[in-house]
C-alpha cells in the first residue's frame, strides 16, 4: 500500500536528473554559441587591428606633412624638386614618429612643385612600421630608369625596372627588397616590392604601367650603428598623395 510519503518519494524520484537526448542536445546548443562567440571575437580583434592602423596611419602623415610643409616653406626648394619628382630631404629625426625616437615607425616623402609655383606641391606620403623598432629605415634614390609593362614568372600583368647603366642603380637588390615606384594615377609614389631580379633589373608585384627616366627609391634597414640589416620587415601603409600649399593664397 502506498503511503503519501512513498508517493511523494517516487515523485522526486522521476524527476531528478536528464535524459542523454536532453544533455546532448543541450551541448550542442552550447557549441553553436562557443562557436558564434569565437567568431566574433577573431572579428573584433581584425576590427581592432585595422583601427589601430588606420589611426597611426593618420597621425604619421599629418605629422609629416606638417613637417615637410614647414621645412619647404621655411628654405629654399631643392632644384629637383622644381620639375620632376624626388625625395624631400627631411633627415631621419624629424622622420621618425615620434620625432627623433628610434620607435621603428616613420615616413618617407616624395614631392615636386605643381604647375611651376613654388608654392603649389604634390607630396606622397608612405607611412611605414619596421617589425623591430630598434632599427630605422634607409633611402636612397635613383633616376633614369625605365618602368616598362610586363608577365611575371606566375603569368601576372606587372612591372619591370631596367636600368641601362649596366645594373650600378639597382646593385644589392634582392626578391622582397621594398621599393617606391612612381604612381601616374596619382602624380605621386607608391610602395611595393621586388618579386624577381634579372640580367636587365628587377620585376616588381604590381603595374604602375610606362614610366621613361623614372626616380626609383631603394628601401633598407639599418641598426643603431647604421648597418644594413636583414630580416626585418618593412610594413608600408597606404599612401597618402595631396596637393597642398605651402601659404594660404
Given at each position: 500500500m502506498r503511503t503519501p510519503r512513498t508517493a511523494a518519494a517516487g515523485r522526486r524520484r522521476g524527476r531528478g536528473g536528464f535524459t542523454l537526448a536532453e544533455i546532448m542536445i543541450a551541448?550542442?546548443?552550447?557549441?553553436?554559441?562557443?562557436?558564434?562567440?569565437?567568431?566574433?571575437?577573431?572579428?573584433?580583434?581584425?576590427?581592432?587591428?585595422?583601427?589601430?592602423?588606420?589611426?597611426?596611419?593618420?597621425?604619421?602623415?599629418?605629422?609629416?606633412?606638417?613637417?615637410?610643409?614647414?621645412?619647404?616653406?621655411?628654405?629654399?626648394?631643392?632644384?629637383?624638386?622644381?620639375?620632376?619628382?624626388?625625395?624631400?630631404?627631411?633627415?631621419?629625426?624629424?622622420?621618425?614618429?615620434?620625432?627623433?625616437?628610434?620607435?621603428g615607425r616613420g615616413f618617407v616623402c616624395v614631392g615636386k612643385q605643381a604647375g611651376g609655383s613654388v608654392n603649389d606641391y604634390i607630396l606622397s606620403i608612405m607611412p611605414y612600421v619596421l617589425s623591430d623598432p630598434t632599427c630605422t629605415l634607409y633611402s636612397s634614390s635613383s633616376v633614369g630608369l625605365l618602368i616598362k609593362d610586363a608577365v611575371d614568372s606566375q603569368g601576372r600583368n606587372v612591372s619591370a625596372i631596367e636600368d641601362s647603366s649596366g645594373g650600378t642603380k639597382l646593385a644589392g637588390v634582392t626578391v622582397g627588397s621594398a621599393v617606391l615606384v612612381p604612381d601616374p594615377a596619382s602624380g605621386g609614389m607608391v610602395s611595393t616590392k621586388v618579386s624577381e631580379v634579372t640580367t636587365a633589373g628587377a620585376v616588381i608585384d604590381r603595374n604602375v604601367g610606362v614610366v621613361l627616366n623614372a626616380l626609383v627609391i631603394l628601401v633598407s634597414v639599418t641598426n643603431a650603428a647604421g648597418q644594413p640589416v636583414t630580416g626585418v620587415s618593412i610594413d608600408f601603409m597606404p599612401t597618402c598623395t595631396v596637393r597642398t600649399a605651402l601659404r594660404p593664397a
Open positions: 551541448l550542442g546548443v552550447m557549441g553553436v554559441a562557443l562557436g558564434m562567440a569565437a567568431a566574433a571575437f577573431h572579428a573584433g580583434i581584425q576590427s581592432h587591428s585595422s583601427s589601430v592602423s588606420d589611426v597611426l596611419r593618420s597621425l604619421i602623415s599629418d605629422n609629416a606633412l606638417a613637417i615637410v610643409k614647414a621645412r619647404l616653406r621655411h628654405a629654399r626648394a631643392p632644384a629637383d624638386l622644381t620639375t620632376t619628382l624626388n625625395m624631400v630631404p627631411v633627415g631621419s629625426l624629424d622622420s621618425a614618429y615620434p620625432i627623433g625616437l628610434t620607435t
